[in-house]
């Protein structure tokens, strides 16, 4: 392990808000876990206690203190996938890999986990493997999905990526269209949004392609900000009353045909995003706004 790659990791991020995640995020990615020997040098390059640092660590689910395997399997057992057959499903890739959740196949190709929520509640039964999505997994498609992480994704189909899908944003108050096909990101229209953080005003693109991380802003928002954001039609904020399963801030809210909502986290910066069903609330006050 190189002191210096650990020393601009933590240079790059500490002081900020949601610094230490961002650090442990960077440093899992470079070594693929994180060791007790990371875990000290992040302590010391910081100066926070190592207690506090391995608090974090087992407080997320994300990170690991133990080797993983080439490939990540998460299967979501939250309630709208658990009703749909989740446990089974996770049975099955146990059954096919010969492993439990929690561990990793003896040639460290495959690790298995269970999760609580993926954030596509309206897709379940989810699966992620290595940040690809599979939406409506029936154990049917478990070997199928195995064979493709052994071959490489890359090689799904001509211009398939299983990781993201394009969705289509309106504003739940006044009902007009976020899509804004002037800006394109990935050749396809992206989502516009006005942001605002301390008289700080701008506009926001992001990618709509769900599972994509890929935002542009044309004004000076810092990362790590917590933001308004907002219709650039009617200007009324799209507050949603769910909280980011990343980093637990606010998060805004959009609607995705007559059934589903898009949350995406008001953090700049953050990646936390979830395509849920609406709820009955919800879905009356679509209709009440649209009338």
């Known amino acids: 392990m190189d002191d210096h790659i650990v020393e601009e990791i933590v240079a790059q991020h500490h002081g900020s808000l949601g610094g230490m995640l961002s650090i442990l995020s960077e440093v899992q990615a470079k070594y693929g876990y994180l060791s007790e020997e990371a875990l000290r040098r992040i302590a010391k390059a910081t100066g926070d206690s190592l207690t506090d640092i391995y608090a974090v660590v087992t407080f997320y689910k994300a990170f690991s203190l133990k080797p993983r395997g080439k490939h990540l399997i998460s299967v979501c057992l939250g309630t709208a996938c658990h009703v749909r057959g989740a446990p089974r499903i996770a049975?099955?890739?146990s059954r096919q890999l010969g492993i439990r959740p929690g561990q990793t196949t003896a040639d460290k190709e495959f690790s298995l986990e269970t999760v609580n929520c993926l954030g596509a509640c309206a897709l379940g039964p989810t699966v992620v493997v290595d940040d690809h999505y599979f939406r409506h997994v029936t154990t049917a498609k478990v070997p199928h999905i195995l064979e493709e992480a052994r071959n490489g994704f890359q090689q799904s189909g001509a211009g398939v990526d299983y990781r993201v899908f394009p969705v289509s944003a309106s504003c739940p108050h006044c009902g007009r269209t976020l899509m804004d096909a002037k800006h394109a990101m990935s050749d396809?229209?992206?989502i516009c949004l006005a942001v605002s953080c301390a008289?700080?005003?701008a506009t926001l693109h992001l990618s709509a392609f769900y599972g994509s991380?890929?935002?542009q802003c044309d004004g000076e928002i810092p990362g790590g900000a917590l933001t308004v954001i907002s219709c650039p039609?009617?200007?009324?904020?799209l507050s949603g009353v769910s909280e980011c399963p990343d980093c637990g801030a606010t998060m805004a809210m959009m609607t995705v045909g007559k059934y589903a909502a898009l949350y995406i986290c008001a953090r700049r910066g953050c990646p936390g995003h979830r395509l849920d069903?609406?709820?009955?609330t919800q879905d009356a006050s679509k209709?009440?706004?649209q009338s």
């Open 91 to 93: 049975e099955e890739f």
């Open 188 to 190: 396809h229209a992206s």
């Open 199 to 201: 008289r700080r005003k």
């Open 213 to 215: 991380a890929e935002a």
């Open 233 to 237: 039609h009617c200007a009324q904020e």
């Open 277 to 280: 069903l609406l709820t009955a």
């Open 287 to 289: 209709e009440g706004n």
